[in-house]
């Protein structure tokens, strides 16, 4: 028989959400529905790459010390002007940019924040793999409103975001997304020819333990020794706890992440000393980390920096980066294990 109707829509979905939580107003959702719109933008952009010039590299270094590529900058422009015009933020971040992103005096304010990785696995946009945006929404803590001052109440722990997600724009779109409090992770995947994001992966739930790690080992030589130990653990054979793991690395963080989700199994950017700059690894906490541990908390699997949860780091500076582990619960407690030292491999 015909599917009737077309299923629920994510903009369904929010106000269902909204509906159970009490505090969550239409406010919230006027947010993420606008925060979608500049999805699809970025969507169409990716999807017809290759055929416009939007390929390649600016030439330009940013704030990170690497280059930007024009996806970069497309995606990052488009989610500012869409968001700054919304009336319920008092300030946005951006991996792209140095400082937050004030909102124009033409516009109003509200109390909200959100911080972004407008584009992430931007070294996979001209090879024609996944890569996505990934986000994370905050309620302000004070009665700021000068850009310099907001700062202060940017810098939250991953704990206390409202709401985090991504898109991922893959073989399809896919948004998936979590408004914290044990409401659960869904995904929803954009139907073109209806130009709406459909729920396909009701509560989302990543499995205990996984079979798959995700590490770049390119970048072995960089690693100290607990590290060192932590990746061999999971590429020895003891038939009992079902290793060696499947090795999966496709160097953009939200896809390895969201297969990860979906399969099991965990994803890894140790510290290494690559980059006497970068210490912790490449990854950052507030656009990429905090997001995806919320994600993968609310789908019950866990996030650390190696000695403790992701989610219950204070943040120093905006840009700031931290090694990450996260995906399945079991695996990622054992990655605590060889990183504080309390374990061994035999
Ligand atoms: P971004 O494109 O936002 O800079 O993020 C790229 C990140 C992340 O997507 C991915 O996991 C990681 O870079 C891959 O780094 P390596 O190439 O060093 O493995
Ligand atoms: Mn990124
Ligand atoms: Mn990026």
Not at 36 to 45: F, G, L, P, T
Not at 173 to 190: A, D, E, K, Q, R
Not at 257 to 286: E, T, V, W
Not at 287 to 315: H, R
Request: net charge negative.
């Amino acid at each position: 028989m015909a599917k009737k109707g077309v299923g629920i829509t994510i903009t369904q979905h929010i106000l269902q959400q909204q509906r159970q939580n009490p505090e969550a107003t239409g406010a919230f959702t006027t947010l993420l529905n606008e925060l979608i719109v500049a999805a699809k933008v970025i969507s169409r952009e990716v999807n017809k790459a290759g055929l416009a010039d939007i390929l390649g590299s600016t030439g330009r270094i940013n704030v990170q010390d690497e280059q930007v590529q024009k996806l970069d900058v497309f995606a990052n422009s488009v989610i500012i002007e869409r968001m700054q015009h919304v009336g319920q933020l008092c300030c946005m971040g951006s991996e792209e940019n140095a400082d937050l992103i004030e909102i124009p005096s033409q516009y109003p304010k509200g109390p909200y924040i959100i911080v972004f990785d407008p584009l992430d696995g931007s070294s996979n946009i001209d090879v024609n793999v996944s890569i996505g945006t990934i986000f994370g929404i905050y309620k302000k803590t004070s009665d700021e409103t000068d850009i310099e001052m907001l700062m202060n109440d940017v810098l939250q722990p991953g704990l206390n975001q409202v709401a985090a997600g991504y898109f991922i724009y893959g073989s399809s779109t896919m948004m998936v997304y979590t408004t914290g409090n044990g409401t659960g992770v869904h995904g929803f995947t954009l139907y073109p020819s209806v130009g709406e994001f459909l729920l396909s992966h009701e509560n989302i739930r990543i499995p205990e333990k996984g079979k798959i790690y995700s590490v770049n080992e390119g970048n072995v030589a960089y690693w100290d020794e607990k590290t060192r130990a932590l990746v061999d653990y999971f590429k020895s054979r003891d038939k009992d706890s079902g290793r060696p793991y499947t090795s999966r690395y496709i160097g953009s963080l939200v896809a390895d992440f969201h297969r990860n989700l979906l399969k099991g199994g965990i994803f890894m950017y140790p510290a290494d000393n690559k980059d006497p700059k970068k210490p912790s690894g490449k990854l950052r906490l507030m656009v990429e980390a905090n997001p995806l541990a919320l994600v993968v908390k609310e789908a019950g699997g866990y996030a650390s920096n190696g000695n403790g949860p992701i989610l219950e780091i204070q943040p120093m500076e905006f840009h700031q980066r931290v090694p990450l582990y996260i995906g399945s619960r079991e695996d990622v407690l054992i990655a605590e294990e060889f990183i504080s030292g309390k374990r061994k491999l035999r």
